[in-house]
């Protein structure tokens, strides 16, 4: 198994959280990915994927999840109960708890308007998952195959944390895709492209 490469993790101390989509490699990129494999990926309906446990003080590794479709970003709740896995080609989030009685498991937890590229907890005014929701960047909607990225395309949702429900979504972005969102004091929101060589400004006036 190869070294770690140069993708940044989410932490969980004293332990590293890894998605891994290659079982060759102990993290695959998304830098050194073809636009073409990642499109390959969902259309053949791959699911190797997995997700790891990493403790950088020992050096070993733990497979938490596998039969992943293309997991493509890690949040930890407010509670640090459980993980937040989006899964890019079943257009879904997963919940995968880490403590209390379902300690293990993973399930299903958000279905979304389109395909996910990270996922970024943003907490409420009482600091756990009752008023605590989630960001989720989609890299495309799913009316993507007949339409192409429009100025119409879904460009990112918010999550509510305490039942998965989408109750938010940005759209009028232009043609870019949107691969991050994170949300600041105020409620303006910050956003990420692979496709552009800057870093977008949305001001909500704290109004979302």
């Known amino acids: 198994m190869e070294a770690a490469k140069c993708c940044p ?15 060759a490699t102990m993290v695959t990129c998304r830098a050194e990915m073809e636009s073409v494999d990642y499109i390959m990926i969902i259309l053949t309906g791959d699911a190797t994927g997995r997700l790891l446990r ?12 596998t039969g992943l479709a293309f997991p493509n970003g890690v949040a930890l709740s407010a509670d640090g109960t459980h ?3 989006a899964e890019t080609a079943r257009c879904r989030l997963l919940r995968h708890w880490l403590r209390g009685p379902r300690a293990g498991a993973t399930e299903p937890f958000a279905d979304l308007p389109g395909y996910p590229d990270n996922v970024r907890l943003a907490a409420g005014d009482g600091g756990d998952d009752t008023s605590a929701y989630y960001w989720v960047a989609l890299n495309r909607d799913k009316a993507w195959m007949e339409e192409g990225t429009t100025p119409r395309s879904v460009a990112a949702v918010r ?14 972005l232009g043609n870019a895709t949107v691969s991050e969102v994170v949300e600041r004091p105020g409620g303006a929101l910050w956003l990420g492209s692979v496709d552009t060589p800057y870093v977008g400004l949305f001001r909500t006036g704290g109004g979302l």
Not at 15 to 21: A, F, G, K, R, S
Not at 54 to 65: F, I, K, Q, S
Not at 159 to 172: E, H, P, S
């Open 83 to 85: 993980l937040v896995v």
């Open 159 to 172: 999550v509510r944390a305490a039942d998965g429900a989408v109750d938010r979504a940005l759209r009028g």
């Open 9 to 23: 993790a989410t932490w969980l101390l004293p332990l590293l959280l890894l998605l891994v989509h290659s079982p």
């Open 54 to 65: 990493y403790d950088p003080a020992t050096g070993a590794a733990a497979v938490l999840a």
